[in-house]
């Protein structure tokens, strides 16, 4: 309220008066100014400052009546101009005397709320004090200090140094002790106050000085040395001039005077919800130290008794085994210490008392926390296990016992006889996973909140059994997922082995010939082998009651380790790659269409033959170069990039037989060190090995083209064209004469014989089928050479033979094919068969050209050579080619070499 100049700010109720500090300011013209200064007066009750005030600054603060008594002046906060300062405007407040008898012990918030108020606001706060109370701790009004303090540096949070309040301790009623004497104790005392408070981090190292200016002045007594007080009063006040000595007035930034009453409010209101200031009286204070040792007291006996020692003890023995009766024991113990507490503490107040009785409670729990834990965890075990061996039982786990079917009959009595274990004991055929789990669940949960109740339940706690319930029923839900997936997983892995064979019998046998569009074929017998594979899971997993998100997996799955499956087979064959190449080569090389072995006939084409046998082997080659995704196989176009590595490898393999390069490659596998387009792991083969494949494959392929060609050359030597039939009859005709004569005349016989063996064997000498077959001109050029060496040789030899015949021996060719003939006209008719044994030998030795499957791939030329062996004289075996003459050709430009016969 407004009374004169002066006006009551906040009363003692705490109440903020807004309105009248507005119309304060207007008035006492605040608002127009910016350089104002707020002094401030706190202290004891009845301590003077009033009247200091109104002697220094000229203001009308009530003040006591000696002659009524010692009472409450000042009640709230009051402020007022200060009139003896006029030209400097100064704002004075006169604070409510603390520790007063009317508001007691227990109501001293406002005193620290309205001090903390009065260091916030002004730039000078004088703290009145008695002489004699210096060095005193409450006289002298240290814990006020110690309280605004602190909760000025939490609340405001200042900065050091830059606005530093003045703090100016008004020594009142000076004696004769010297005023630097008692400045000293002081400095001492705040000193180790300021040291003493609890600061927030960032003022740790802070010194009181870094937030207030500490000044000091000494006043007289103001009855007995009254006129001492008055000229002391006046030297005070020149303080409060700018330009007086030791003046008080800093240069400090300043609110403008329009925002003094907001900025005054908001403070007060900052002040009033700060929980710091709400500090208890002193018999709470009291009752809060003794309920606090009483608790102490009872919390360390309970620790220390052997009874709760004894039961701890049982129930972490780890055992797993439920200690009987429990929860009676431990309620007895806990009940026993907190009626201790109660009888200590009766005599103290109830609401420190029962708080502290909670924090006593809550701390025993703590106590006796772990023993519970484990006896739940013990029980929990105990319930667990024997559920999920009921449900293994009840679903046929040991297939060489009977499934138990029954847990929820079984579970009641079980906790009967066995704190409240679940059993089965009825034998049936195995339920339905699903079924029996849902069974057993029922039964298991029964029997643990049953077990629970009669050992571990502790009413009014935690320990009550719900949560425990709810939590053994989610483990035992987890287990039975648990157990459900493994039993799933068994059935995959069991299935497993079936999938693998349906997978690898259809993909090994497709790929021993990988011929166009193996791919498609291949993935449909890994869905063919994973579809099948599926039903027989599927049925065997009807009890589990799959979700269908759970089936769409288990397709997944499967048809992943089909596909897996398939990918291992087909990186084993590209690992393979050349002997796979090989067969395929020889399959279509040396087996017709009617897969028997080819005869190597002069009429038949090997080469056209050997270009589509290598043809189908690159096929081989380019099917295993990259893995086809199931899904490009599907329709069998794919997307392109496998069909490019495809095309590449066919152009690769033409181009190198046919000698020319394709006009333009989709991809030029000569140049490309990867696929375009395909991903890394499809890749089998990169295009730097299909060219060293192809390169050792048409290598190893020249070794059985040789054989072929020479078994053919063979063959045409051996098979000359007969005379046609016309001219045998023409012979016939015409030479009867001739032939008749020749019967009639032995002479002319063995003459014409004579004449035949010469010519046959200089024909075979001079070998003139090859030396014809370098040309006409260079083969007459070559006979001609041979002629005189050739004759020569054969009139020798045929000289020996008739000397031989002569002497009545055969020659040794005939020695060794014909010593077992009995008579003269066997010995004639094996001479009469030595001129056209060459042509039968010769077919002999072709025929087991063509059959013989002798080490295709490894000879090294030569493979057309004859392999039928004759008699030698003496028993030693010879060529037959030795002894027919006959010349081979390997094609590869094998020098001939000409064996002769003796004529």
Known sequence: RMEGDKMQLIDSGGVFREQELKEFVASAHVDSSSDYLVVAIMGPQSSGKSTLMNYVFGTGFYTMNAEEGRQQTTM???????????????????LEGSDGRERGEDDTNFERQSALFALAVADVLMVNIWSIEIGREHG???????????????????DPNRKRTVLLFVIRDKTKTPLNKLVEVMEDDLNKMWDAIAKPPQYENSKIRDFFDVQYAAMS????????????????????????????????????GAAFALSAQKIWEAIRTQKDLNLPAHKVMVANIRCAEIASDQLSGFVMDQAWKDLEAEARSGTGEVVRGFNARLMGLVDSCLQGYEADAMYFDPNVRTAKLQELSAKLWEVVTPAVADQVSALRSQQLNAALKDLQLATGSDRDTAGVAGAAGSGAGAGATDGGTATSTASLRPAPFREAARCVQASASAAFRRAFAEDLRLEGTEWDGRA???????ELAERVEALRGERIEE????????????????????????????????????????????????????????????????????TGMAQAKLENHVREAALTRISRMKDRFTEVFTLDEQKTPRMWRPKDKIPNLAYDARLAAAQVLAQLAVIRPPEESTDGRGDGAADN???????????????????????????????????????????????????????ASNVQVQQALSAQQTARL????????WAILAIFFLGWNEFMSLLYNPLYLIFGLVVFLFGRTLYAELDVDAEMSKGSLPGLMSLMAKFRPACKTVLQRCTESLSALAAGQLPEELQAQGHSFASEAEMSSSIRAYGSSSSSNNNNNNSNVSHARTD???????????????????????PVSEFQGGETDNYAGRAGVSTRKDS
């Open 221 to 256: 007594h103001y009855e007995e040395r009254h006129d001492d007080f008055v000229a002391d009063a006046t030297v005070l006040r020149r303080r409060f001039l700018p330009d007086g000595d030791e003046t008080l007035v800093r240069p400090s930034e300043h609110l403008p």
């Open 718 to 725: 051996a098979g000359s064209q007969p005379l046609p039939f």
């Open 76 to 94: 709230g906060v009051w402020l007022s101009k200060a009139p003896k300062i006029p030209d400097h405007l100064t704002l004075v407040m006169d």
């Open 491 to 558: 059935a995959v892995q069991a299935v497993q082995r079936q999938l693998a064979n349906s997978v690898s019998g259809p993909v090994i046998s497709l790929l021993d010939n990988c011929t166009p569009g193996v791919w498609r074929r291949l993935h449909a017998a890994a869905r063919n082998a994973a579809a099948s594979t599926e039903k027989t899971l599927l049925r065997q997993l009807e009890g589990f009651e799959l979700e269908p998100s759970e089936v769409e997996a288990l397709q997944q799955k499967l």
């Open 645 to 699: 590595v495809e095309a590449a490898v066919l152009d690769l393999a033409k181009a190198d037989l046919e000698g020319s390069p394709s006009s333009a490659p989709a991809l030029d596998i000569l140049s490309a060190d990867s696929w375009p387009g395909v991903c890394e792991e499809n890749v089998l083969l990169q295009p730097h090995e299909i060219r060293t494949t192809w390169r050792e494959f048409m290598s």
């Open 468 to 474: 425990a319930t709810a939590e053994f029923e989610r």
């Open 140 to 158: 002298s009004g240290k814990p006020l200090l110690r309280t605004i303090f602190q909760v000025n540096l939490k609340l405001f949070a200042p």
């Open 856 to 878: 295709q791939w490894g000879n090294e030329g030569g493979g057309g050579a004859d392999t039928g062996l004759v008699n030698r004289k003496g028993g030693g075996r010879m």
